[in-house]
């Protein structure tokens, strides 16, 4: 015999909900820090996000790896570079145009890290093609 449960929707803390939207969760309004957010609620933020949400996207602060990707390097390179607070597009623009030493030199150690990426990845594919030929070979033998 089976019972019949009532479904209980899935939540998350703030924090989660927050790194899920891509946002601060300091910056975000009181409200939606010390609620619970449904995953109904965070489908309907990410489906059609609210003013509040669309201008902390928009003009920050924005979370460390939000500021990473805008910046072309690594959370590490960041905390290498001194970075550790959320920024604003203004503050992230202005790192732009400066262009520190120590960004430039994040970004040419991230572009070395997506070429080994690649490189190994090329390397995978290759040994599992192998494999599998050598595979076909042997059931063709048999």
Same mark, same amino acid.
Request: glycine share 6%; net charge positive; charged share 30%.
């Given at each position: 015999?089976?019972?019949?449960?009532?479904?209980?929707?899935?939540?998350?803390?703030?924090?989660?909900?927050?790194?899920?939207?891509?946002?601060?969760?300091?910056?975000?309004?009181?409200?939606?820090?010390?609620?619970?957010?449904?995953? $109904?609620?965070?489908? &309907? %933020?990410? *489906?059609?996000? !609210?003013? @509040? /949400? #669309?201008?902390? =996207?928009? +003009?920050?602060?924005?979370?460390?790896?939000?500021?990473?990707?805008?910046?072309?390097?690594?959370?590490?390179?960041?905390?290498?570079?001194?970075?550790?607070?959320?920024?604003?597009? $203004?503050?992230?623009? &202005? %790192?732009? *145009?400066?262009? !520190?030493? @120590? /960004? #430039?030199?994040? =970004?040419? +150690?991230?572009?070395?890290?997506?070429?080994?990426?690649?490189?190994?990845?090329?390397?995978?594919?290759?040994?599992?093609?192998?494999?599998?030929?050598?595979?076909?070979?042997?059931?063709?033998?048999?």
């Amino acid at each position: 015999m089976t019972s019949l449960k009532q479904k209980t929707s899935q939540t998350m803390k703030p924090a989660t909900a927050a790194k899920k939207l891509g946002i601060y969760l300091a910056a975000a309004p009181t409200g939606f820090q010390e609620g619970v957010v449904s995953r $109904e609620e965070l489908n &309907a %933020l990410q *489906a059609e996000p !609210p003013q @509040w /949400l #669309q201008d902390l =996207r928009k +003009n920050g602060p924005h979370p460390r790896p939000v500021v990473a990707a805008k910046l072309g390097v690594s959370i590490t390179g960041l905390a290498r570079g001194g970075v550790t607070e959320a920024l604003t597009t $203004e503050q992230i623009d &202005a %790192l732009k *145009a400066e262009n !520190p030493l @120590w /960004l #430039q030199h994040e =970004r040419a +150690n991230q572009v070395d890290v997506r070429k080994e990426t690649a490189r190994i990845k090329e390397k995978h594919e290759k040994e599992d093609a192998a494999k599998a030929a050598k595979e076909a070979k042997a059931t063709q033998a048999r």
